[in-house]
């Protein structure tokens, strides 16, 4: 059987640097110049974004049932709570 793409989305600040899930269909993509983005995993459509960190990201966050990590390149520790 032959497989089709359900979506797809660039990443405009630098390549993806990781990503993770949760349990509510959300993939969380760190840019490597730029900011955290939250998508849906259905979709692709944009439903966050963690700005603010000018150095962008060289990991991928870690996402628990109700918080999620991220270290940026300029080594702050951001925290988000996620729906």
Same mark, same amino acid.
């Given at each position: 059987a032959?497989?089709?793409?359900?979506?797809?989305?660039e990443?405009p600040?630098?390549?993806?640097? %990781?990503?993770?899930t949760?349990?509510?269909?959300?993939?969380y993509v @760190? !840019?490597s110049? *730029?900011?955290?983005?939250m998508?849906s995993a259905?979709?692709?459509?944009?439903?966050g974004?963690l700005? %603010?960190?000018n150095?962008?990201?060289?990991?991928?966050?870690?996402? @628990? !049932?109700?918080? *999620?990590?991220?270290?940026?390149?300029?080594?702050?520790?951001y925290?988000f709570?996620?729906?």
């Amino acid at each position: 059987a032959q497989k089709s793409v359900t979506w797809s989305r660039e990443l405009p600040r630098g390549v993806p640097a %990781g990503l993770a899930t949760d349990h509510h269909n959300h993939l969380y993509v @760190t !840019e490597s110049a *730029g900011n955290m983005v939250m998508l849906s995993a259905t979709t692709g459509e944009e439903l966050g974004r963690l700005g %603010g960190s000018n150095h962008g990201f060289s990991v991928g966050p870690t996402v @628990t !049932e109700n918080v *999620g990590f991220a270290w940026s390149n300029g080594g702050r520790l951001y925290t988000f709570r996620h729906p």
